[in-house]
Protein backbone atom coordinates (compact mmCIF):
# COMPACT_ATOMS: atom_id res chain seq x y z
CA UNK A 1 0.00 0.00 0.00
CA UNK A 2 1.32 3.52 -1.21
CA UNK A 3 2.17 5.41 2.72
CA UNK A 4 3.12 8.50 1.39
CA UNK A 5 3.71 10.77 -2.18
CA UNK A 6 6.38 13.33 -1.66
CA UNK A 7 5.52 16.47 -3.45
CA UNK A 8 8.30 18.38 -4.04
CA UNK A 9 11.76 17.20 -4.89
CA UNK A 10 14.40 15.84 -4.50
CA UNK A 11 11.73 12.97 -3.79
CA UNK A 12 9.24 13.92 -6.33
CA UNK A 13 7.51 10.51 -7.87
CA UNK A 14 8.81 8.44 -5.19
CA UNK A 15 6.23 6.14 -4.41
CA UNK A 16 6.74 5.00 -0.53
CA UNK A 17 6.00 2.11 1.42
CA UNK A 18 6.44 2.17 5.54
CA UNK A 19 7.06 -1.56 6.36
CA UNK A 20 4.26 -2.99 9.27
CA UNK A 21 1.26 -1.06 7.21
CA UNK A 22 -1.03 -4.28 7.61
CA UNK A 23 -3.65 -4.92 4.61
CA UNK A 24 -7.33 -5.62 4.13
CA UNK A 25 -9.19 -8.91 4.50
CA UNK A 26 -8.92 -11.41 2.88
CA UNK A 27 -5.04 -11.19 2.29
CA UNK A 28 -4.12 -8.88 5.31
CA UNK A 29 -0.71 -9.03 3.51
CA UNK A 30 1.94 -6.59 4.87
CA UNK A 31 3.90 -3.85 3.08
CA UNK A 32 6.73 -5.25 1.43
CA UNK A 33 10.47 -4.57 2.35
CA UNK A 34 12.24 -5.31 -0.97
CA UNK A 35 10.62 -6.52 -3.99
CA UNK A 36 6.89 -6.78 -4.61
CA UNK A 37 6.84 -9.96 -5.90
CA UNK A 38 4.79 -12.49 -3.59
CA UNK A 39 2.13 -9.48 -3.43
CA UNK A 40 1.77 -9.59 -7.38
CA UNK A 41 1.80 -13.02 -7.94
CA UNK A 42 5.19 -12.64 -10.04
CA UNK A 43 7.62 -15.70 -10.15
CA UNK A 44 11.12 -13.73 -9.44
CA UNK A 45 10.26 -9.62 -10.15
CA UNK A 46 7.37 -7.92 -9.85
CA UNK A 47 5.79 -7.10 -12.49
CA UNK A 48 3.77 -4.57 -10.98
CA UNK A 49 3.59 -1.00 -13.17
CA UNK A 50 3.30 2.62 -12.28
CA UNK A 51 2.53 5.02 -14.85
CA UNK A 52 2.05 8.89 -14.53
CA UNK A 53 -0.86 10.67 -15.02
CA UNK A 54 -0.88 12.88 -17.82
CA UNK A 55 -3.42 15.18 -19.51
CA UNK A 56 -3.55 16.00 -22.90
CA UNK A 57 -5.36 18.63 -25.39
CA UNK A 58 -6.90 17.93 -28.38
CA UNK A 59 -7.65 20.09 -31.16
CA UNK A 60 -8.22 20.79 -34.43
CA UNK A 61 -6.24 23.44 -35.85
CA UNK A 62 -3.60 23.61 -39.66
CA UNK A 63 -1.74 21.26 -40.66
CA UNK A 64 1.75 20.88 -41.97
CA UNK A 65 0.54 21.32 -45.16
CA UNK A 66 -2.07 24.47 -44.88
CA UNK A 67 -4.07 26.42 -43.32
CA UNK A 68 -7.14 25.35 -41.72
CA UNK A 69 -10.04 27.43 -42.77
CA UNK A 70 -14.12 26.70 -43.68
CA UNK A 71 -12.63 27.50 -47.30
CA UNK A 72 -9.35 24.86 -46.94
CA UNK A 73 -10.67 22.25 -44.84
CA UNK A 74 -7.69 19.84 -46.39
CA UNK A 75 -5.28 21.53 -44.50
CA UNK A 76 -7.23 20.93 -40.91
CA UNK A 77 -5.58 18.25 -38.63
CA UNK A 78 -5.76 16.47 -34.79
CA UNK A 79 -3.76 18.34 -32.71
CA UNK A 80 -2.82 16.95 -29.29
CA UNK A 81 -1.03 19.24 -27.20
CA UNK A 82 -0.61 21.26 -30.17
CA UNK A 83 1.41 18.57 -32.23
CA UNK A 84 -0.22 17.19 -35.71
CA UNK A 85 -1.46 13.81 -34.81
CA UNK A 86 -3.70 13.10 -38.54
CA UNK A 87 -4.20 15.25 -41.28
CA UNK A 88 -7.43 16.33 -42.62
CA UNK A 89 -9.78 15.82 -39.64
CA UNK A 90 -12.27 18.35 -39.48
CA UNK A 91 -14.23 17.25 -36.52
CA UNK A 92 -13.23 15.34 -33.09
CA UNK A 93 -16.08 14.96 -30.75
CA UNK A 94 -15.44 13.19 -27.07
CA UNK A 95 -18.98 12.62 -25.44
CA UNK A 96 -19.26 10.64 -22.69
CA UNK A 97 -22.17 8.27 -21.87
CA UNK A 98 -23.49 7.96 -18.30
CA UNK A 99 -25.74 5.72 -16.27
CA UNK A 100 -28.89 8.18 -14.68
CA UNK A 101 -30.33 4.83 -13.21
CA UNK A 102 -30.09 6.05 -9.15
CA UNK A 103 -28.85 3.67 -7.08
CA UNK A 104 -32.28 2.91 -4.66
CA UNK A 105 -30.82 0.63 -2.20
CA UNK A 106 -26.77 -0.56 -1.51
CA UNK A 107 -28.09 -3.88 -2.65
CA UNK A 108 -29.75 -2.18 -6.01
CA UNK A 109 -26.74 -0.80 -7.71
CA UNK A 110 -27.20 0.82 -11.16
CA UNK A 111 -27.37 -1.17 -13.68
CA UNK A 112 -24.17 0.19 -15.60
CA UNK A 113 -26.12 0.73 -19.38
CA UNK A 114 -25.55 4.38 -20.76
CA UNK A 115 -28.69 6.49 -20.28
CA UNK A 116 -27.82 9.75 -22.12
CA UNK A 117 -24.46 11.09 -23.61
CA UNK A 118 -22.99 14.28 -22.73
CA UNK A 119 -20.17 16.35 -23.38
CA UNK A 120 -17.42 16.68 -20.44
CA UNK A 121 -18.91 19.96 -19.53
CA UNK A 122 -22.86 18.38 -18.76
CA UNK A 123 -21.37 15.34 -17.21
CA UNK A 124 -23.48 15.04 -14.13
CA UNK A 125 -21.93 12.26 -12.00
CA UNK A 126 -18.43 11.36 -13.12
CA UNK A 127 -18.58 8.32 -11.44
CA UNK A 128 -21.65 7.05 -13.55
CA UNK A 129 -19.68 7.47 -16.92
CA UNK A 130 -19.74 3.52 -18.09
CA UNK A 131 -18.14 4.45 -21.78
CA UNK A 132 -16.58 7.03 -24.21
CA UNK A 133 -18.04 7.71 -27.69
CA UNK A 134 -15.80 9.06 -29.66
CA UNK A 135 -16.42 10.68 -33.32
CA UNK A 136 -14.14 12.07 -36.35
CA UNK A 137 -14.84 13.36 -39.22
CA UNK A 138 -11.98 13.42 -41.63
CA UNK A 139 -11.93 14.59 -45.46
CA UNK A 140 -10.22 13.68 -48.25
CA UNK A 141 -6.93 15.63 -48.22
CA UNK A 142 -5.07 14.44 -51.83
CA UNK A 143 -7.01 16.38 -54.77
CA UNK A 144 -9.32 13.40 -56.76
CA UNK A 145 -10.56 12.96 -59.75
CA UNK A 146 -13.71 15.15 -60.57
CA UNK A 147 -16.11 16.01 -63.23
CA UNK A 148 -14.77 17.58 -66.47
CA UNK A 149 -10.82 17.51 -67.12
CA UNK A 150 -9.11 18.13 -64.10
CA UNK A 151 -8.47 17.41 -60.57
CA UNK A 152 -10.50 18.86 -57.78
CA UNK A 153 -10.88 19.32 -53.79
CA UNK A 154 -14.20 17.16 -53.57
CA UNK A 155 -13.75 17.40 -50.00
CA UNK A 156 -15.08 13.95 -49.85
CA UNK A 157 -16.20 13.51 -45.28
CA UNK A 158 -16.41 10.25 -43.68
CA UNK A 159 -17.45 10.28 -40.25
CA UNK A 160 -15.79 7.46 -37.76
CA UNK A 161 -17.39 7.14 -34.42
CA UNK A 162 -16.38 4.25 -31.78
CA UNK A 163 -17.87 3.52 -28.40
CA UNK A 164 -15.68 2.38 -26.04
CA UNK A 165 -16.89 0.79 -22.64
CA UNK A 166 -14.31 2.08 -19.47
CA UNK A 167 -12.94 -1.31 -17.86
CA UNK A 168 -15.50 -2.21 -15.37
CA UNK A 169 -17.90 0.17 -15.32
CA UNK A 170 -20.60 -0.90 -17.90
CA UNK A 171 -21.96 -3.25 -20.07
Avoid at 8 to 31: F, R, Y
Avoid at 56 to 76: E, K, L, M, R
Avoid at 105 to 119: E, F, H, K, L
Wanted: proline share 6%; net charge negative; aromatic share 6%.
Amino acid sequence: MITNVPPVAPALGVIQHQVGIIGPPPNNQSNATTDLEWIFGAESKSQATLLPVRGNTYTIGDSSQGVCTAATPGFCALLENGVELVEGVQNFQILYGEDTLPVVTPTTPADTSVDVYRTANNVVNWDNVVSVRVTLTVNEVERVQGSGNGLTNANTLRTYTNTIRIRSRGV
